[in-house]
């Protein structure tokens, strides 16, 4: 065989190994919570990574391979991303698989996002959160943790994170609603500043600043904001006994109160009524106007004390504030909060603990080899035992005084019960 054929039949046998080997993965494996963390490779040009390390608060792609399990993916690409954690050190980073082949992708997946987890010395909040919604019934994405190696040089402990996309939403609410013509409205919450659902006038800019497309990015103004406007419109000025009527009509408020009860119930602090108002989520409306909902994104400031109230910050968000007079919305809210007890307190079958405990414990474990030996890492051992102890105090303290918050909000009897968590109160900082 001439040379040149040779070469052509050996491409073509390593990319048919390479099509076999990734026919043999799949997404669940990539966000598989195995004891043996997820191991992925990056190979970038020295020049490349110098300029994305140099100028990380920019958003610019930089070609590279992603390589896991065998199967390499070539020519993807890379940047910085992350709000308040972006930094040249151990930059937060997005995988676009189909950013130079508009064709390509990885297990199915258009992007992953690989974060830093710089803000939170445990490196736990964030998959725990996600796997407590899913839990409770509500669209999460997966999360898996992983040792990520740059040039082959280990770069660190990162969260692989699956990205809200047309995939994600293909997975969660079916493939009708992925279509790029026909499916339905994906948008990201981008904070610009303190906001709590007050109506912001007829004109649809100021909704736009706020919902950023992820899908349907083309279609006109009115089609992506009208809906957005007109929800913020019924939430402040639907009568109260048209409220669940009107409002509604734009978003799922079942799902709502337990996403809000799952964020109160393990203290976060910069979700949808944080120390900054509304933040860290996505908004999906469906294609058949069926009322959206919302999808949880960045929980690494969850776990913040033991003590944080049910009621937090309930005067800063319009919609939140007005649902809870509204004794059908409440009570979802506080069935959630119990329900979310009961799971976090669910013995194993040969360990008492419960749940989420257990849960911390296995995590953190898993973890903690890779955590010593990660010189990017931003803590020291001290801090990374500290926390980790701290979350073990909060996984036994909360639920007593999540329900004796619930009893003293809806049961007269015990109106005037002082509601305690022993213990370390505040995460360290």
């Known amino acids: 065989m001439h040379p040149s054929g040779r070469r052509i039949l050996a491409t073509a046998l390593m990319a048919a190994a390479a099509h076999v080997a990734l026919l043999a993965q799949s997404q669940t494996m990539l966000f598989a919570d195995t004891e043996a963390l997820q191991e992925i490779r990056l190979t970038v040009s020295q020049r490349d990574w110098q300029t994305l390390t140099d100028n990380f608060q920019l958003d610019?792609?930089?070609?590279?391979?992603?390589?896991?399990?065998?199967?390499?993916?070539?020519?993807?690409?890379?940047?910085?991303?992350?709000?308040?954690?972006?930094?040249?050190?151990?930059?937060?980073?997005?995988?676009?698989?189909?950013?130079?082949?508009?064709?390509?992708?990885?297990?199915?997946?258009?992007?992953?996002?690989?974060?830093?987890?710089?803000?939170?010395?445990?490196?736990?909040?964030?998959?725990?959160?996600?796997?407590?919604?899913?839990?409770?019934?509500?669209?999460?994405?997966?999360?898996?943790?992983?040792?990520?190696?740059?040039?082959?040089?280990?770069?660190?402990?990162?969260?692989i994170v699956e990205t809200p996309d047309r995939p994600f939403v293909s997975n969660v609410f079916g493939?009708?609603?992925?279509?790029?013509?026909?499916?339905?409205?994906?948008?990201?919450?981008?904070?610009?500043?303190?906001?709590?659902?007050?109506?912001?006038?007829?004109?649809?800019?100021?909704?736009?600043?706020?919902?950023?497309?992820?899908?349907?990015?083309?279609?006109?103004?009115?089609?992506?904001?009208?809906?957005?406007?007109?929800?913020?419109?019924?939430?402040?000025?639907?009568?109260?006994?048209?409220?669940?009527?009107?409002?509604?009509?734009?978003?799922?408020?079942?799902?709502?109160?337990?996403?809000?009860?799952?964020?109160?119930?393990?203290?976060?602090?910069?979700?949808?009524?944080?120390?900054?108002?509304l933040h860290n989520f996505y908004l999906y409306r469906f294609r058949d106007d069926r009322p959206s909902q919302l999808i949880p994104w960045d929980k690494d400031k969850t776990f913040s004390s033991t003590d944080h109230l049910i009621d937090y910050h309930i005067d800063t968000d319009v919609l939140f504030k007005r649902a809870m007079t509204l004794p059908e919305l409440s009570q979802i809210y506080y069935d959630t909060l119990l329900a979310a007890s009961a799971i976090a307190e669910e013995p194993g079958s040969d360990d008492p603990r419960g749940w989420l405990e257990r849960e911390l414990d296995r995590e953190i474990g898993r973890i903690r080899s890779a955590v010593a030996e990660d010189g990017n890492y931003p803590f020291s051992p001290e801090d990374f035992e500290a926390d980790a102890e701290?979350?073990?105090?909060?996984?036994?303290?909360?639920?007593?005084?999540?329900?004796?918050?619930?009893?003293?909000?809806?049961?007269?009897?015990?109106?005037?019960?002082?509601?305690?968590?022993?213990?370390?109160?505040?995460?360290?900082?």
């Open 60 to 159: 610019t792609y930089y070609p590279a391979d992603f390589a896991w399990r065998g199967v390499k993916v070539r020519n993807v690409g890379i940047r910085s991303r992350g709000n308040t954690t972006r930094n040249g050190i151990k930059p937060g980073l997005r995988i676009d698989f189909n950013r130079y082949l508009s064709e390509q992708e990885f297990l199915g997946l258009k992007a992953i996002a690989l974060d830093n987890v710089y803000s939170d010395a445990s490196l736990v909040r964030e998959s725990t959160t996600m796997k407590v919604f899913s839990k409770l019934g509500l669209a999460a994405p997966r999360e898996s943790h992983a040792r990520v190696y740059l040039n082959n040089e280990y770069l660190g402990v990162y969260v």
């Open 175 to 277: 493939a009708a609603e992925a279509n790029i013509e026909s499916g339905g409205y994906l948008y990201e919450y981008n904070w610009t500043r303190p906001y709590g659902f007050e109506f912001l006038g007829t004109g649809l800019e100021a909704y736009a600043e706020l919902f950023r497309p992820e899908t349907r990015e083309t279609d006109s103004m009115t089609s992506l904001y009208g809906p957005i406007r007109d929800l913020v419109a019924a939430i402040n000025d639907a009568p109260d006994d048209r409220f669940v009527e009107e409002v509604g009509k734009y978003v799922d408020l079942p799902q709502f109160m337990k996403y809000l009860a799952v964020e109160n119930f393990l203290a976060e602090e910069d979700g949808l009524v944080g120390e900054w108002g």
């Open 390 to 429: 701290f979350l073990r105090q909060f996984s036994r303290t909360r639920m007593p005084f999540v329900r004796c918050q619930v009893a003293r909000a809806t049961n007269a009897a015990d109106r005037r019960a002082i509601c305690a968590a022993p213990g370390s109160r505040r995460r360290p900082r």
